[in-house]
């Protein structure tokens, strides 16, 4: 007969553990056998998309935004009210300034980019601007700083602002446009107009030497040179305005004088140039 089924006795020492009696396995022995840990890897990230500070969707941003929709008809109902008020300088200027205020506005709302708050007070400045333009045209202003002036500031003040937030950006891009715009409407005017405009050579003048010292401290090469380029023709010009004026052996003698020192100083005064060149070239 069979070995009656029970408990294996355990070997003693020196002795060989005996195989385990065969039998029948249980049904219930074998469990479920557990699902592979590895699985099929997700196609990308899940998880909702993020969205950036003004609360848009990342990436969806475009054509069909409905912020950008509603900008673009915006500036398409300022443009044709603008084309309605043609011939009509009051309200044409209304227009402007109402749309360039309400552009400004735009540009203090939170989460927009860099590039589009630059983009925005650009368009808000240029339409303050024409607006102020248009009306000084209604009141018949003939006065040349009246329209130079406000754009001068504008332009200024915008390349301040880009030179403090961007420090490698050069002087010519962002105070060349501002200083042209000041100094070279009034120098033509003194130079080619038949009246003395006295009040108007000595502001030029002041304004290029503000230029001149500003930017030889500040180390900025664009007021350095167009402050200079205008002193030195508005000079000649108060020369030759003196030309009648004075009796003629002064501007000989003097002549005379400045010819002398710079032949006897002209080494020093070549070493001179040579590092005003240097310091000049070396300004941003």
Known sequence: PPAAAGPVPPAGPGQATPPAAA??????????????????????PVGPVPADRGGRVAGRAGVGDPAVALEAAAQAVALLALLLTVGA??????????????????????????????ALAGVAG??????????????????????????????LGAGLVALRSRPGLNSWLALGPGLAAVLLPGLVSVLVAPEPQPWRRLALGVVALGAVLGGAARRWQAPVVLGAAALVPLALHELARGWDL???????????????????TYERRRRDVVRLRAAVGGMR
Do not use: K, M, N
């Open 23 to 44: 039998g029948p396995v249980p049904p219930g022995a074998v469990g479920p056998v557990p699902p592979a840990a590895a699985g099929p890897v997700p196609a990308g």
């Open 89 to 118: 300088l009051r309200p044409a200027s209304t227009v402007c300034t109402l749309w360039g205020v309400a552009v400004a506005l735009r540009v203090l709302r939170r989460g927009e980019s860099r590039v589009r708050r630059w």
């Open 126 to 155: 240029g339409s303050v601007l024409l607006g102020g333009w248009l009306q000084l045209l209604a009141s018949r202003v003939t006065l040349l700083e009246a329209y130079t002036v406000p754009a001068a500031a504008l332009a």
């Open 246 to 264: 004075l009796p003629r052996w002064i501007f000989l003698g003097l002549g005379g004088l400045a010819l002398i020192a710079l032949a006897a």
